[in-house]
């Protein structure tokens, strides 16, 4: 999988992957610690039926990332500057994690250009609160940061990942995903290597969970920031797929999401965690697959 390089309209370099001959372009998006090449699983199932087009987002991968963003809605600008310059009128669209709430917005701004849309562990519409901590590392139930001078020095979920990036740790990023996403099954050491050596080329972790925290398409507040009820403007069906296992995203998150959704589905992937590009590549593959057809 080699990848292509786009220079966007705003400014932005994007690096991107193009694997696939379908006739349906599926668009996948990526989440917070990973990249394209997270796909890889996925795109070695679906590339035979459909033209996948699988990009690094803004401060990920090989991509740039020379304007900090402001909320997840910048990266769904892009993709819709992606989609325009590679002379693509129509998508569905893949979230993975975070990936998922940056598909929801791209869905509801961009009705014209989506068709179905497939979150897979993705955040609730509501963003994905990250805790104070107490003394013990504990997170404080209740208590959200409330700027993101604060949450960048959070001593948990924070602070150590901006370190390990900084420094290309990857013993200490592989610690992280065997505890919290690798719950289930690990990927073989040569797909696990590619993995860290992409997930330590991310330059906008604070930024991206400060977004978390802030992203609301709910028409009510989330206890950082009041919500835009842009979740109304979701027209399209949505599959949303989520594991029992999962240990990042809760099922309340995914539940509540629904609840809001005009048409969507869940399905639930027993002996899987947050990754089930991992855990059950072939069910997932499948899941979409037949979604889409």
């Known amino acids: 999988m080699n990848k292509l390089r786009i220079d966007l309209h705003n400014g932005e370099t994007y690096y991107y992957l193009h694997e696939g001959q379908g006739k349906e372009t599926l668009l996948l998006v990526h989440g917070n610690m990973s990249s394209s090449i997270h796909f890889k699983p996925l795109i070695e199932r679906l590339s035979d039926k ?3 087009l699988v990009p690094d987002l803004r401060g990920f991968g090989d991509s740039s990332y ?5 909320s997840l809605e910048d990266l769904s600008n892009d ?3 992606l ?3 590679l002379d693509i009128k129509k998508v569905s669209i893949a979230g993975w994690s975070t990936g998922g709430a940056i598909a929801l917005k791209f869905a509801a701004k961009y009705k014209e250009n989506t068709n179905k849309v497939i979150l897979i562990e993705s955040c609730s519409y509501r963003g994905y609160p990250i805790y104070k901590k107490d003394a013990t590392g504990a ?3 209740g208590e959200v940061y409330l700027d993101k001078a604060e949450l960048a020095l959070d001593p948990i979920q924070v602070l150590p990942m901006v370190n390990a990036f900084k420094n290309k740790d990857l013993v200490m990023t592989k610690f992280v995903w065997d505890a919290a996403i690798y719950t289930v099954n690990k990927p073989n050491i040569e797909d696990d290597q590619l993995y860290l050596s992409e997930t330590v080329k991310q330059r906008n972790l604070v930024d991206i969970d400060w977004c978390l925290t802030t992203f609301n398409m709910s028409n009510f507040s989330n206890g950082v920031t009041t919500g835009d009820n842009s979740i109304m403007d979701v027209d399209q069906e949505v599959l949303s797929i989520w594991s029992e296992k999962d240990a990042v ?3 309340y998150m995914v539940d509540e999401t629904i609840e809001a959704l005009k048409n969507a589905t869940k399905v639930v992937l027993a002996n899987s965690g947050h990754s089930p590009l991992v855990d059950q590549p072939d069910k997932l593959a499948d899941l979409i697959d037949k979604f889409l057809k």
Request: aromatic share 10%.
């Open 50 to 52: 459909y033209n996948l």
């Open 139 to 141: 997170p404080l139930i």
């Open 249 to 251: 995203v809760l099922e």
């Open 83 to 85: 989609i325009d310059q």
């Open 79 to 81: 993709l819709k500057l």
């Open 66 to 70: 020379y304007k900090g963003i402001e």
